[in-house]
């Protein structure tokens, strides 16, 4: 089992930043791949951001590349997205979420690939 919780939220205006955290615990934090996902209202949630176990390999989807940033701690257990540039249409909430199963230093960009997920934070950007 997994636990993940997620912190950092909240209201900035556009073209601010924030870093979301997502704090983990359980299995053995290192041996797994994280992703960051969003769901904005109405929408499906999508993919933002994946990072493997070893932080090798990162991967991004092309609405935040440049702006935002996944890296991880594993000697706390976290992992963060930091976010620049912000927008109106990143307003949604956040979900980090765990992939157990995928090898060592590959990431995955499709939600049903993680094992477990956290409760989510609302990120909203104002215009």
């Known amino acids: 089992q997994v636990q993940l919780v997620e912190s950092g939220g909240g209201l900035v205006q556009a073209g601010g930043s924030l870093r979301l955290s997502c704090e983990t615990s359980?299995?053995?934090?290192?041996?797994?791949?994280l992703g960051w996902f969003r769901q904005a209202p109405g929408k499906e949630r999508e993919f933002v951001a994946a990072?493997?176990?070893?932080?090798?390999?990162?991967y991004y989807a092309d609405s935040v590349k440049g702006r935002f940033t996944i890296s991880r701690d594993n000697a706390k257990n976290t992992v963060y997205l930091q976010m620049n540039s912000l927008k109106p249409e990143d307003t949604a909430v956040y979900y980090c979420?765990?992939?157990?199963?995928?090898?060592?230093?590959?990431?995955?960009?499709?939600?049903?690939?993680?094992?477990?997920w956290g409760q989510g934070t609302q990120v909203t950007i104002s215009s």
């Open positions: 359980g299995r053995t934090f290192s041996s797994y791949c």
């Open positions: 979420a765990a992939d157990v199963t995928t090898g060592l230093n590959s990431v995955n960009i499709k939600d049903s690939f993680y094992d477990y």
């Open positions: 990072i493997s176990w070893s932080a090798s390999v990162k």
